[in-house]
């Protein structure tokens, strides 16, 4: 666990160092990719169900599946890239991949950088912890540690609220949240109702939710001016929305069905 951490560390330094050499966010056809033969689609691995490595060691979640589609639908291979939080927009405003299906919340702040698909999965936001703490508001925070992924919307969200006195502490990934978490290095974190459910089947009672942050809808994302890629993904999204097999994903990965304001769209 800490060899695969390590390793997507790295990973994450060097795609952030070649985002500071590489040109400006080429924008991008379905017929340059076609004619490619491959799509290179960056997701997260460190977020499950969403985001996984498989038993081999390869990306695997709900997102790589939404991904096999698409490049199903597309007619070309597929090439899946591992991102992190931090790294997944400098991965496709570089140049380095083509689409992002990371779970990426759909915020004013990351539209200015990217441009955002219709929604193809959501997740609600809470501020979570020590069962032995009172906590029903961003007041109650004051004096507590609060432990979240970094440049994720739990830390938009608690940055927004927090009393000045309420220590925000960032981890690289949720993985690294939850064993702060666990350890009692922070006793609240902000986590999506996908992590909480995990962490109740680790440690049964420990923990509860304390007061919701946000309901979040995750979007495909191009780069910026990509128009014509980003109506080809809209068209495909509301296609495998219409067919129910977007659903069956869902179901089979997150346990439950597509909540309806991703059915919906915004």
């Known amino acids: ?13 060097a795609a952030l160092v070649a985002g500071l050499v590489a040109g400006p966010a080429i924008a991008q056809t379905p017929e340059e990719i076609q004619q490619r033969g491959t799509i290179n689609i960056g997701l997260l ?9 498989d038993e081999a060691g390869n990306p695997d979640g ?22 992190t939080g931090p790294n997944r927009i400098p991965y496709l405003v570089s140049n380095q991949i083509d689409v992002l299906v990371a779970s990426l919340g759909i915020t ?23 069962a032995n703490l009172e ?71 420990r923990f509860d939710t304390k007061f919701s942050l946000r309901q979040q809808s995750q979007a495909i994302a191009v780069r910026p001016g990509s128009t014509e890629l980003l109506d080809y993904i809209n068209d495909f999204l509301a296609r495998v929305k219409e067919d ?3 659903n069956a994903l869902h179901e089979e990965w997150v346990g439950g069905p597509l909540p309806e304001f991703v059915l919906a769209g915004e």
């Open 108 to 130: 004013p702040e990351r539209a200015e950088q990217v441009d955002f698909s219709e929604p193809y999965a959501g997740i609600e936001i809470f501020v979570f912890g020590d």
């Open 244 to 246: 129910g097999s977007l």
């Open 1 to 13: 666990m800490e060899l695969r951490k390590t390793l997507i560390g790295m990973m994450g330094a």
């Open 45 to 53: 691995v460190d977020f499950p169900p969403f985001g996984i490595l």
């Open 135 to 205: 906590v029903t508001g961003p007041e109650d925070l004051s004096g507590h540690s609060i432990a979240v992924a970094r440049a994720s919307t739990q830390d938009t969200s608690i940055t927004e609220i927090a009393p000045a006195d309420a220590n925000i502490q960032r981890f690289d990934d949720d993985a690294s949240a939850v064993q702060a978490l666990l350890s009692g290095q922070a006793p609240l974190m902000g986590a999506s109702n996908v992590v909480i459910a995990q962490i109740n089947e680790m440690a049964p009672g």
């Open 62 to 83: 709900y997102d790589a599946d939404v991904a096999r589609l698409l490049a199903e639908d597309m007619g070309v291979e597929l090439n899946l890239v591992p991102v």
